[in-house]
């Protein structure tokens, strides 16, 4: 009883800290044009504040992993929860580019850090009975602070100041950390239950170096994948299907509401299913068709359509890849190699829309997401080729 009741707090927690993470790392997108208007940033400027949050996540994720050995959960959390209100007490006080630029880097190094932080205790305190579910309402929780950030801030802004949306997260970060400053951080050993997919059991670390590579391949497949689409789906709706901004908006906002009803339910099937590989597979496909949809047909309906699919997709996707690496990764190395995982898979967010806006200078606008199609097919044969090995470990007799 007295553990059910430790889950439900900490599972609480986790979910409103990574809806915090989502929403700040979100909420500044509809507040450039005003940084740039208020600041006279220019275009250029505008950019490298927008990319040194993808190079923060790319710096911190593999750093978070390891200070959560060192430290703990619980201290690591405060950390981050520290890191994040000064981050957004400074942001409406800032004035020159480099502040920004500095802070805008912190940005994306808490981001990260709590997404490291969220997802290895999620997995650390669940079981294979629950883990995709518990990893379901992290993800809703994601798709939620997607929404709201953007929301929040613009709707905000449009009536108050520039510093309100600030502020309005820092509450949200302080009542964070009042909440993991009196949480409990049990450590509970794997179960049997867990070896419907077996852990690896390595003598050192360095004998995780061959999963973690594979694993961050996928991870870099699908990020960059979600990369290119944030980065040119507007031109493409503005320019080849001739959408208005609010047209577009709402494309964005199906994705998140699709993703936030549908990954709690995704993860349960995960839990009882026992094949997150398969799911992940499963989400993959949905992202394809969703791509397919939109390229294919210009119809509003059709490409409303399609987003939603693709919310579904991604849900699947995030919450069977997490609980996998719960469920396969040893406890002593998880929030490490969770971390690796996370930071190596930013490097496709930071790389892989340039290269697809060179493609796109060079053939066209639907290039881009052609070489998304290949980018996600690729990954899903990574994923297939280790569901197949994964199974026949499983069934290769005891000697």
């Known amino acids: 009883m007295v553990r059910h009741l430790y889950l439900n707090r900490n599972i609480a927690c986790m979910i409103v800290i990574s809806l915090i993470a989502n929403m700040s790392g979100s909420m500044i997108l509809p507040l450039f044009a005003i940084y740039v208007e208020q600041f006279g940033i220019s275009t250029l400027g505008m950019s ?6 993808y190079v923060g996540r790319f710096l911190g994720g593999g750093m978070a992993g390891r200070i959560y050995e060192k430290i703990g959960a619980k201290r690591l959390g405060l950390s981050l929860l520290i890191a994040e209100i000064a981050c957004m007490l400074l942001f409406p006080i800032a004035t020159s580019f480099i502040i920004l630029s500095i802070l805008r880097l912190l940005q994306g190094l808490v981001a990260i850090g709590l997404t490291v932080f969220v997802r290895v205790t999620i997995n650390h305190m669940s079981t294979a009975e629950n883990r995709g579910t518990l990893n379901g309402y992290i993800s809703s929780s994601e798709g939620a602070g997607m929404i709201l950030g953007p929301l929040m801030s613009g709707a905000i802004v ?3 100041s520039l510093s309100i949306p600030f502020y309005f997260v820092a509450i949200f970060s302080c009542i964070s950390f009042v909440a993991v400053s009196r949480m409990t951080f ?17 003598k050192g670390k360095t004998m995780l170096t061959k999963p973690l590579l594979v694993y961050s ?14 980065t040119y789906f507007s031109v493409y709706a503005t320019y080849k299907l001739h959408w208005s901004p609010a047209e577009i908006s709402l494309a964005f906002t199906i994705i998140g509401i699709s993703t936030f009803i549908s990954a709690p339910f995704i993860g349960k099937i995960s839990d009882l ?4 590989l398969m799911l992940c597979i499963i989400g993959l496909l949905l992202i394809m068709v969703e791509i397919i949809l939109f390229l294919w047909f210009t119809e509003p309906w059709i490409v409303y359509l399609a ?3 693709g919310g579904i997709g991604g849900a699947s996707y995030l919450d ?7 469920d396969v990764i040893p406890e002593e190395n998880r929030s490490s190699f969770i ?16 290269i697809a806006g060179a493609l796109m200078e060079r053939f066209s606008i639907n290039t881009p997401f052609y070489y998304n199609l290949i980018l996600v097919l690729i990954a899903i044969v990574i994923q297939y080729v280790i569901r197949f090995k994964s199974k026949s470990i499983r069934k290769r007799p005891i000697a």
Do not use: C, W
Not at 192 to 199: D, G, L, N, T, V
Not at 320 to 326: A, E, P, T
Not at 348 to 353: E, L, T
């Open 339 to 354: 971390g690796n995982v996370v930071s190596l898979s930013e490097l496709g967010a930071i790389v892989s829309p340039i």
């Open 48 to 53: 490298i504040l927008f990319s040194l949050f």
């Open 186 to 202: 049990l450590s509970s050993p794997l179960k049997p239950q867990e070896q419907h997919s077996p852990p690896l059991k390595p």
């Open 217 to 230: 391949t996928v991870h870099f497949l699908e990020m960059s994948a979600f990369a290119i689409f944030l």
């Open 320 to 326: 069977s890849f997490y609980s996998q690496l719960g």
């Open 273 to 276: 299913l026992k094949d997150r």
């Open 158 to 160: 449009s009536y108050f």
């Open 307 to 309: 987003m939603f699919i």
